[in-house]
């Protein structure tokens, strides 16, 4: 069993910050990468930001020099740090993490969601 439980989530109002927190416990071998997506109402569900074991990270076009993604591979955990926020901004952001819960079985997990409010 694994649990990714998310935290920081606020109503903030436009170029605000905010910033988030995941952490992933349970039965975990190895996390091979971990990020955050976010989804709009009526909206599909979308890539924000993800880093991998390694440190290497990805951006969505429209977060790109304002949020930063960086993780602490000691506590499982991946933050966010978003910045000059935007009311367009505004989703329930949820965490990924892409794991091994062994040697062999491997999987995709995620949070509950954290609800990110920027008002303009």
């Known amino acids: 069993q694994v649990q990714l439980v998310e935290s920081g989530g606020g109503l903030v109002q436009a170029g605000g910050s905010l910033r988030l927190s995941c952490a992933a416990s349970g039965s975990i071998f190895r996390i091979n990468a971990m990020g955050w997506y976010r989804q709009a109402p009526g909206k599909q569900r979308e890539l924000v930001a993800d880093?991998?074991?390694?440190?290497?990270?990805n951006y969505a076009d429209s977060v790109k020099g304002r949020f930063t993604i960086s993780s602490d591979n000691a506590k499982n955990t991946v933050y966010l740090q978003m910045s000059s926020l935007k009311p367009e901004d505004t989703a329930v952001y949820y965490c990924?993490?892409?794991?091994?819960?062994?040697?062999?079985?491997?999987?995709?997990?995620w949070g509950q969601g954290t609800q990110v409010t920027v008002s303009s």
């Open positions: 990924n993490a892409d794991l091994y819960t062994n040697w062999y079985a491997s999987g995709d997990y």
């Open positions: 880093i991998t074991r390694g440190g290497r990270t």
